[in-house]
């Protein structure tokens, strides 16, 4: 009894631990990737994405594709040399690095009439992913002065965050360690409830 109540608690706990910062978009807020919908970058303008975000796009397989292009090849609906091709009619992209993104129909027609868009990932402000210190900067030769660093006024201010709306990212991510720290707290749960259920 007491070792099915052990792997009960275990399995409750490895269902918790988890990554839940991640959000999968549907394009266009409904997923359908067609003709039919043509407010693409619209909907984009309007959302939040994230590194890590999954972005789905549904269509008919045999009728049309997805293909991540260059901004040149975007703006020119060319699809002979994409970055990634996908036609099998329920396609999920995970969107891995900051930055633009772009998307356009397969079908040179559907792309010329707006079947295409272009999804811009928020850096990643996190500490999750923060580069190594660099090494101070070596002494100056013999007779030279270090240039002194710019006054603080020259420094750029961060802007305002966007607004936000019904589209945009669901919450703000939380922090490593607070999500941590809630995972933690929901696995003893998980495995206390577990337990108890077990016991009765």
């Not at 807020?29 to 590194?51: C, M, P």
């Not at 607070?178 to 707290?185: G, Y």
């Amino acid at each position: 009894m007491a070792n099915s109540a052990i792997i009960i608690g275990i399995l409750s706990l490895l269902l918790l631990i988890q990554n839940n910062n991640a959000y999968e978009f549907m394009v266009g807020g409904s997923g359908d990737w067609s003709l039919a919908s043509t407010t693409y970058n619209q909907w984009a303008e309007r959302s939040r994405f994230q590194i890590g975000d999954t972005v789905l796009f549904k269509y008919e397989a045999e009728k049309d594709s997805v293909v991540e292009v260059s901004k040149d090849d975007y703006n020119n609906c060319n699809a002979a040399s994409p970055i990634a091709k996908y036609s099998d009619g329920h396609t999920v992209v995970k969107l891995n690095n900051s930055g633009p993104h772009y998307f356009i129909s397969g079908l040179v027609e559907n792309c010329k009439n707006n079947e295409k868009v272009v999804i811009v990932v928020m850096a990643d402000r996190s500490n999750r992913h923060q580069p190594p210190p660099s090494s101070p900067p070596s002494p100056a030769p013999a007779g030279e002065e270090l240039p002194s660093p710019p006054p603080a006024s020259e420094e750029l201010p961060s802007p305002p965050p966007a607004p936000a709306t019904e589209d945009s990212h669901p919450t703000p991510a939380p922090s490593a360690g607070s999500s941590n720290v809630m995972s933690l707290v929901y696995s003893i749960l998980a495995f206390a409830g577990s337990s108890v259920l077990y016991v009765i």
